[in-house]
């Protein structure tokens, strides 16, 4: 079914840069879309980012936009998020997840990570 | 942005009780509603995709139905390990959403 790991979490103050990374295994990569997903402390889940198989096609999530970047990289079985101008509320538990197809629209999200945490505070 | 209402945001129901919990969308999305369950600690876990297809490995007693903005999620025989949150999530349409969940427990 497939197994995800996440690291690169950690505290952060406000303004400033995280990478956080996804080590895939168990599955063929490269033939299914990811996401990342978050959760603040004691909330629901939300949507940040996803990416097609062959990074073609890429979407974020409103509150993310213009800050985060997904990117992957097959050969290495890796997704990343390149969070920049973080804010306190981007504090929370982040997700790496696998879809159920190829696109990151359509399918379902069926393989979830035990997430890392962004701390973000001055 | 596409809006997902679950009602209700919490219930407390007893073993062996059914129950349903719904999800409505602002807009159509055909039939691309996924269902996941959250247990307190862990990650979610999916339950239904496609509006009504059980997961692998997904118990039979989990049910659910719908297209277009209305759907639901039944639990027919609740058991002790279904107390959790339980969230609908829509991938119509980007940005992907979800909605704010439905928290089970033990009456």
């Known amino acids: 079914e497939g197994h995800l790991v996440e690291s690169g979490g950690g505290v952060v103050q406000p303004g400033r840069s995280l990478r956080l990374s996804c080590a895939a295994s168990g599955f063929t990569f490269d033939d299914y879309a990811m996401y990342w997903v978050r959760q603040a402390p004691g909330k629901g889940l939300e949507w940040v980012s996803g990416i097609s198989r062959n990074s073609g096609s890429i979407g974020y999530g409103d509150y993310v936009r213009g800050r985060f970047t997904i990117s992957r990289d097959n050969a290495k079985n890796s997704l990343f998020l390149q969070m920049d101008s973080l804010s306190v509320e981007d504090t929370a538990l982040y997700y790496c997840?696998?879809?159920?197809?190829?696109?990151?629209?359509?399918?379902?999200?069926?393989?979830w990570g035990q997430g890392t945490t962004v701390t973000v505070s001055s | 942005d596409i809006q997902l209402t679950q009602s209700p945001s919490s219930l407390s129901a007893s073993v062996g009780d059914r129950v349903t919990i719904t999800c409505r969308a602002s807009?159509?999305?055909?039939?691309?509603l996924n269902w996941y369950q959250q247990k307190p600690g862990k990650a979610p876990k999916l339950l239904i995709f496609?509006?009504?297809t059980l997961h692998g490995g997904v118990p039979s007693r989990f049910r659910a139905s719908g297209s277009g903005t209305d759907f639901a999620l039944t639990i027919t025989t609740l058991q002790p390990e279904d107390f959790a949150t339980y969230y609908c999530?829509?991938?119509?349409?980007?940005?992907?959403?979800f909605g704010g969940g439905t928290k089970v427990d033990i009456k």
């Open positions: 999530q829509q991938s119509s349409s980007s940005p992907l959403t």
């Open positions: 807009q159509p999305i055909f039939s691309y």
């Open positions: 496609h509006a009504s």
């Open positions: 997840v696998k879809s159920r197809g190829k696109f990151y629209y359509y399918n379902a999200l069926d393989v």
